[in-house]
């Protein structure tokens, strides 16, 4: 038997409008090679500045995942040559990192957590792109200087799974906090995994580092081939190389790319032209001011304060977006559970037709926690207020007006029900007189043709009391 051990080294693209070092512009899609400049070209004689914005939210993600924040972080060149790096080296840091020390709890299942330890958090900029077209090779600089944020973990996760979960988490972590969109697609979340395995017992085994991994479920996909590709060469008594692999899709196996670097290779120096970040009291207030109620600790009270299901907590936390619309409207309608499965169903469902964001729909959080109360209090019922969801997206105005408009408010009391039971008695004399006589199967036709003729307002209650009364 064999213990597996994972660690993840995950960058994320800062939310910033502009790069780390200069103030050329951030943003995805462009033309290639519009976004640049000679400072992130690296042109002889020109000075980084530090972005303000992206060492705060730096700042921002270390106390989330409760390091210990640097009281002066330095940063350092990073030596090594590639045609998307201009420069030949990368601001980066090393020695005295944003964060340092934290951790994270991550839910594995249904009330079980495991913590994983975060070895550091550090602020770099990105490299280029390259682009393989047939027998070239192409550059885009856009990406070069984005504002980079590497989170590395300890070797605390024992598998793929583990890794997989831990990764839609952090993602999840990153957008609650606004400091990145974390798109995958992108690129502005990207994951290398370190996998070493040994004989249970053994401690670290040899590392092997995994690249190339654009989804969670490939990060997974990789551990599992890498845990079955390094157990059998123990099994074989073969030598595990320390080595970087890249993730093949395409074959879903890991292919050898180059032999592992390790930090003195980079040749790590101080970065001269930029100064060390000290933060002030004032920096690190407004940096404790941006902390929010992260995923699982959210989740956990939306259950206990609203009575939610485990899956209707994991559902409405699942951004910050949804578990504010959700909190919102329950508090407007005094309705947890209801609200929180109009919004697993229906809601969605016309989303989906619709083809809209919750954002921006029609639907705000005030008209969804009206069309609730209308149905909890009896006003409306069930089949309405699914037709009134519908108005509501096709017409964009708020139930009440809608119900009023379109009369639909529910009929409740006997007066207002008694014309029309007297009405379909007469039209459907013959099946009164076969349920009178005892063929009580034929009561749901006369509850149906009631609920017709009321255009379903009729509180169906209301209805088989009455007609038990005049059946008698």
């Not at 885009?140 to 598998?159: A, F, H, K, Q």
């Not at 009369?407 to 379909?424: C, F, N």
């Not at 006369?446 to 059946?471: D, E, H, I, S, Y």
Request: glycine fraction near 6%; charge should be negative; aromatic fraction near 8%.
């Amino acid at each position: 038997m064999y213990d597996t051990f994972v660690g993840l080294e995950i960058h994320i693209h800062l939310l910033t409008k502009s790069k780390v070092f200069c103030s050329c512009k951030a943003h995805y899609g462009d033309e290639p090679n519009t976004n640049v400049c000679p400072v992130c070209l690296g042109y002889p004689g020109v000075l980084p500045v530090l972005n303000e914005e992206a060492i705060k939210l730096a700042y921002v993600v270390a106390q989330s995942l409760n390091c210990r924040l640097s009281p002066r972080t330095l940063f350092e060149r990073k030596n090594y040559f590639y045609p998307d790096l201009p420069k030949n080296y990368q601001i980066s840091q090393f020695s005295d990192p944003v964060g340092e020390n934290g951790f994270i709890d991550v839910p594995l299942a249904e009330g079980v957590t495991k913590r994983i330890r975060i070895h550091d958090v550090h602020l770099e900029e990105d490299a280029g792109k390259m682009i393989h077209a047939g027998d070239m090779s192409l550059c885009d600089y856009n990406r070069t200087g984005y504002p980079l944020l590497e989170i590395v973990t300890e070797p605390d996760l024992s598998g793929g799974e583990e890794a997989e979960k831990f990764l839609q988490y952090f993602q999840r972590l990153v957008r609650y906090l606004h400091v990145s969109d974390g798109n995958m697609e992108e690129g502005s979340l990207r994951c290398d995994a370190n996998i070493s395995i040994n004989k249970t017992g053994g401690g670290l085994g040899t590392k092997v580092e995994v690249k190339n991994l654009n989804s969670s479920r490939f990060v997974r996909k990789a551990l599992e081939f890498e845990f079955k590709r390094q157990s059998a060469q123990f099994e074989a008594g073969t030598r595990i190389v320390q080595e970087t692999r890249l993730w093949n899709e395409n074959r879903d196996v890991t292919e050898s790319m180059r032999s592992k670097e390790s930090s003195h290779d980079y040749r790590y120096f101080p970065e001269p032209d930029l100064p060390p970040f000290v933060p002030s009291a004032d920096f690190l207030r407004l940096v404790d001011s941006l902390q929010v109620e992260l995923p699982l600790a959210r989740r956990e009270r939306l259950k206990t304060t609203w009575g939610l299901s485990a899956e209707q907590a994991d559902f409405v936390s699942e951004s910050k977006t949804l578990a504010d619309y959700f909190e919102t409207t329950a508090k407007a309608s005094g309705q947890g559970a209801s609200v929180a499965n109009w919004l697993m169903g229906d809601v969605q469902k016309e989303l989906k037709h619709f083809d809209l964001t919750l954002e921006a729909s029609p639907l705000s959080s005030a008209r969804l926690a009206q069309l609730v109360t209308l149905l909890e209090s009896g006003r409306i019922h069930i089949k309405i207020a699914k037709q009134l969801l519908i108005a509501v997206f096709e017409e964009n105005k708020d139930p009440e007006t809608l119900v009023k408009e379109k009369g639909w408010e529910a009929i409740t009391t006997e007066s207002q029900l008694q014309p029309i039971l007297e009405k379909v008695f007469t039209e459907h004399s013959g099946v009164v007189e076969a349920i009178r006589a005892g063929d009580q199967r034929q009561k749901g036709f006369l509850v149906g043709q009631v609920m017709q003729a009321t255009g379903g307002r009729a509180a169906p209650a209301l209805v088989n009391q009455l007609l038990a009364k005049a059946l008698g």
